[in-house]
C-alpha cells in the first residue's frame, strides 16, 4: 500500500514538473517573437546582447571578467546555451575577457574579429579557444552585413582602406543594427581619429540610440559625431568604482546640451530595450524565474 502511494506521489510530482517545464519554456519562447537589444551591466567594460525577432542571438563584447555569465543567465533560459554570433570590437580586457567564460559555457556558432594583432595573454587564449572549439571566425578586413532577418546589423568600420595602428581603440569595430524604424549605433572604444574617418566616409550613421563610444572619455564623442547620429538615448557602459573618471563632464555636458538622454549602466544597471513592432520600443525588466 505504501509503494503504490509512493509510485503515486512521484508519477504527480514527475507530471508537475513536467507540466511546470512546458510552461516556462513556452513562456520564454514567447520573448522570442519580439526585438530586445541588452545593455548588460558588467562593471568597467562593454556588453551587448542582440536578440534578434527570429531567434537569433549576437553577443557583442563580454566585459572584464565573468560577470557576463551572471547576466545573460537573467535573459537567456538555462536550457538553451547557444549564441549564433560573438563580436569582439577589438582585444582589450574590458571587453575581451568574459569570451574565455561564455566560450566554455556557451556554444558559439560564429565569431567576428578585427586584423589588429596584439599579443596579450588573454587574447591568445580567446584565439585558441575559438580554434579549440572549432567555432567559424571572420577576421573583418572591411564593412559587411549580418543578415538577422527582418533585421541587419552593419559592420562599419574598420574601413577597407583603414591603416590600423598601435592605438587598439582606433580598430574597434563599430556597427548599426537596424530594425524597422530603429537604429542602434554600436562603437566600442573608438577615438576621435577613427569618427573622423567614418563621418569622411558619408556612411549613414542616424541611429535613435547610441552606445557611447569608451565608456564616455573626452577622446571621443565629438559634438559633429553627436550631429551626424542624432540619438534621442545615449548608453554609457561604465562601473561606479572606476578610477579613471568616467564618463567625463565635457562628453555629459555635450549629451546635455544637445538634448541627449543618457542611460549609465553604474547608476541604472543593465537595460533591456524591446520591440514587438520594430517602430516603438520600451524597457522591459528580465524574465527572472527561480532557477
Known amino acids: 500500500m505504501r509503494v503504490t502511494m509512493k509510485k503515486k506521489f512521484l508519477l504527480s510530482l514527475l507530471i508537475t514538473t513536467m507540466a511546470w517545464l512546458a510552461i516556462v519554456v513556452y513562456y520564454y519562447s514567447q520573448s522570442d517573437q519580439t526585438l530586445a537589444v541588452v545593455f548588460l551591466d558588467v562593471g568597467q567594460g562593454d556588453s551587448l546582447l542582440i536578440k534578434a525577432p527570429q531567434g537569433q542571438r549576437v553577443l557583442i563584447d563580454s566585459g572584464p571578467d565573468q560577470s557576463v555569465l551572471t547576466e545573460l543567465a537573467n535573459y537567456l533560459p538555462w536550457w538553451d546555451r547557444q549564441l549564433d554570433l560573438i563580436i569582439l570590437t577589438h582585444a582589450h580586457a574590458d571587453h575581451l575577457t568574459g569570451f574565455n567564460y561564455v566560450l566554455d559555457h556557451y556554444r558559439v556558432q560564429r565569431a567576428i574579429i578585427n586584423s589588429a594583432d596584439y599579443d596579450s595573454e588573454t587574447y591568445q587564449n580567446f584565439l585558441a579557444k575559438l580554434k579549440a572549439k572549432q567555432v567559424e571566425t571572420t577576421i573583418m578586413i572591411e564593412p559587411l552585413v549580418i543578415d538577422l532577418a527582418p533585421c541587419s546589423l552593419r559592420l562599419l568600420y574598420p574601413l577597407a582602406n583603414t591603416v590600423l595602428t598601435d592605438n587598439l581603440n582606433n580598430t574597434s569595430i563599430v556597427s548599426r543594427l ?114
Not at 191 to 204: D, F, G, M, T
Not at 232 to 252: C, R
Open 178 to 291: 537596424s530594425c524597422g524604424q530603429l537604429d542602434w549605433l554600436l562603437t566600442g572604444d573608438i577615438e576621435n581619429k577613427a569618427e573622423a574617418e567614418i563621418l569622411a566616409s558619408n556612411v549613414n550613421l542616424q541611429s535613435e540610440f547610441l552606445k557611447v563610444a569608451h565608456h564616455g572619455s573626452d577622446t571621443t564623442t565629438s559634438r559633429q559625431w553627436l550631429q551626424a547620429v542624432q540619438p534621442e538615448l545615449a548608453i554609457i557602459s561604465v562601473s561606479a568604482d572606476n578610477h579613471f573618471g568616467l564618463p567625463d563632464q565635457t562628453v555629459l555636458d555635450r549629451l546635455q546640451f544637445l538634448g541627449i538622454d543618457v542611460w549609465r549602466t553604474d547608476q541604472r544597471g543593465s537595460l533591456q530595450m524591446v520591440s514587438s513592432d520594430l517602430q516603438t520600443w520600451q524597457i522591459k525588466e528580465p524574465k527572472l524565474l527561480f532557477f
